[in-house]
């Protein structure tokens, strides 16, 4: 019995006996040297904050339209005979171009019979006032003391015929203006948008026979927060004027591969809030668009939709940083005097492509970061590098 639970037990007691060794020799083992990691520091590029004067821009959209915009109409009735080169659509024209020319023969003729009844109405006066000067003279000869009566000196008869000479002169008048009307032109430069007659077409008075606009100036409508109306400075309701002239506004636009910027001026605001947008709009004119308002010779046309970067008329003193700064709309990420990172709230006044202008929350020397941080975490220390550096 005591041979059987031996060599039972012998397999055990070899297993046991081994891991004993195994833990002895463990246990026995010099331990290796541990060493210290040292804490890599995040490297970070910075830029110097600075204070400065600066006037306030924002930077909007809009459409290009013309400041007038018109369906030609003739103001008389009568044949087409001619139609200018110029009244085509997409043709320009200049001040006082004759663009259709009507049959003015008519018109003409109603001419001449209206000076020859202003010939007839200056003869009937001046009998008229022969008449009354001889029966004058006839009443004081027989009544050297006695004044006459207007009707016994034909007093009566002389003022009819000035009457019939006015008539006849505003007769003449109207003729010679019905006469000038079959020239139908324009006292402005402008551009055709569309032409809807032809040569030997009878239009009238309500014909349409195109729809042109003045090329004199363009305007843009931009949609503003109230915000952006307040950078600028502008109240609802504002009128450009003298002393006041409103906000300078570059408009640019990509026009054959090529930027273009043109220049202009906020002239009015409305005066009431959009009901579908919730946004105010102000108004922007370009002066002579297509001649000494064009950029490079590209005129701002209309249709064109824009960009517009406005500045305000005030300069104010406020805290620059490059755009890249500018963190979830309102963080800034600066390294303090310690190397450790401080995440700031700021106040911002305006912003653009390249920089942002802050009203506080950073001061003038202070460094921004402007690189990329993986796992920001306020006040932990890093590495400061400057742009000049990085290069």
């Known amino acids: 019995m005591n041979k059987k639970i031996l060599k039972a037990a012998a397999p055990v007691l070899v ?3 081994g891991f004993g060794t195994v833990q002895w020799m463990s246990a026995a083992k010099p331990q290796p ?7 890599r520091l995040v490297s970070l590029v910075y830029s110097e904050a600075r204070e400065e004067s600066v006037a306030l821009s924002v930077t909007t959209q809009g459409e ?4 007038t915009e018109i369906d030609l109409t003739p103001q008389i009735s009568g044949r087409i005979v001619a139609i200018a080169d110029g009244f085509a659509e997409g043709a320009g024209f200049e001040a006082g171009e004759t663009l259709i020319q009507l049959d003015d023969a008519d018109y003409q003729l109603q001419v001449a019979q209206a000076k020859a009844r202003v010939a007839q109405a200056e003869v009937l006066l001046l009998q008229a006032e022969a ?3 001889i029966k004058r003279q006839q009443w004081l000869d027989l009544n050297p003391n006695k004044e006459p009566t207007p009707l016994q000196v034909n007093k009566p008869q002389v003022i009819e015929a000035q009457a019939n000479l006015r008539a006849a002169q505003a007769e003449l008048a109207d003729a010679e203006l019905n006469l000038s009307r079959t020239k139908i032109r324009l006292p402005y430069r402008g551009r055709v948008i569309s032409r809807d007659v ?14 042109i606009f003045a090329t004199d100036r363009v305007e843009v409508r931009l949609p503003l927060t109230d915000s952006q109306l307040l950078e600028l400075e502008l109240p609802m309701g504002f009128v450009a004027s003298r002393t006041n002239p ?7 636009a990509l026009v054959g591969g090529h930027q273009q910027e043109w220049r202009g001026r906020i002239v009015r605001t409305q005066a009431a809030v959009d009901q579908q947008t919730r946004l105010i709009y102000a108004v922007a004119e370009v002066e002579d668009p297509y001649g000494k308002g064009a950029s490079n010779g590209v005129p701002l046309a209309v249709g064109l939709f824009v960009t517009a970067e406005a500045e305000s008329t005030e300069q104010r003193q406020a805290v620059i940083v490059p755009r890249e700064a500018l963190r979830s709309a309102d963080k800034v990420y600066v390294v303090d005097e ?3 990172l401080n995440i700031r709230t700021v106040d911002v006044l305006s912003t653009s492509d390249h920089r942002v202008v802050l009203a506080s929350g950073v001061a003038d020397g202070e460094r921004v970061v402007t690189s990329t941080v993986a796992n920001a975490v306020d006040g932990m220390e890093v590495q400061p590098i400057t742009h000049l550096a990085r290069r």
């Open 15 to 17: 297993l046991a006996v």
């Open 33 to 39: 040297e541990k060493k210290e990691e040292e804490q």
């Open 64 to 67: 290009v339209r013309p400041h």
């Open 131 to 133: 008449n009354a000067a």
């Open 198 to 211: 032809g040569v030997g077409q009878y239009v009238t008075a309500s014909t349409p026979l195109g729809r």
């Open 246 to 252: 409103g906000p300078q506004v570059t408009l640019s």
């Open 338 to 340: 310690n190397n450790r």
